[in-house]
């Protein structure tokens, strides 16, 4: 679905200090962006922002990033922050194509990426541009920290099929999966709800979720 462009959004994104702009001038430098040496863990297509928000307010001691390629996206999770009266702490934005992570994010510079229902890209010929495609799997490979790992939510059955062949098939340790999160009470402990986790469970959706690294032998 074509996502309709807000005039102006462009503008605001560039002067919000939310926002970082040119991020792969910060390519391993992201210790220097926040001012520590906290972890960092992103979000590949954040959404307006909610989950990483909160994330960020439960866990001070950890750096995080929220990636959107849609303008008038992340103009919704930039309004949010606003709307929170927050400084700019140890959370921050990004507008990039997620093929461009490793131009971004440094070797071992990323501890944690959370993909929460991403788009599904139901078509064959689409398959490699699911962020959980053995594409998008050997970019996370170039950017996580040893032991870093992806976790990955999900209402649609066929996408988390998908992920978890791409990850078999790609040699990554699954260390956890279910098909029904909110019915996987070690699963779910702690679990911090999306927008579309709210309205795809309250429509009787059961939500799947795996949690995977890399193999011990990737480059």
């Not at 750096?63 to 709307?83: D, P, T």
Request: proline fraction near 5%; charged fraction near 30%.
């Amino acid at each position: 679905m074509r996502l309709r462009n807000i005039p102006g959004s462009r503008e605001v994104i560039a002067e919000s200090p939310f926002v970082i702009q040119e991020p792969e001038k910060c390519k391993g430098n992201w210790n220097i962006v926040f001012q520590n040496d906290h972890p960092v863990h992103i979000e590949v297509g954040m959404g307006k922002g909610r989950f990483l928000m909160e994330m960020a307010a439960l866990h001070p001691e950890i750096n995080y990033i929220g990636i959107e390629m849609y303008s008038s996206v992340l103009l919704r999770a930039v309004q949010k922050a606003e709307e929170r009266q927050t400084a700019a702490g140890n959370f921050r934005f990004l507008r990039m194509d997620a093929r461009e992570l490793p131009e971004v994010f440094g070797k071992g510079e990323v501890g944690k990426i959370y993909l929460n229902f991403s788009d599904p890209w139901p078509k064959d010929r689409h398959a490699k541009r699911r962020l959980t495609s053995s594409e998008f799997l050997a970019r996370y490979e170039k950017i996580l920290a040893e032991g870093g790992d992806v976790e990955f939510k999900t209402d649609n059955r066929a996408l988390f099929e998908f992920s978890l062949e791409e990850i078999r098939n790609r040699g990554w340790e699954l260390s956890s999966h279910t098909f029904d999160l909110h019915g996987d009470s070690v699963l779910n402990e702690g679990n911090v709800m999306t927008e579309y986790e709210e309205k795809f469970s309250a429509l009787g959706n059961p939500i799947c979720k795996l949690t995977a690294r890399p193999g011990a032998g990737r480059e």
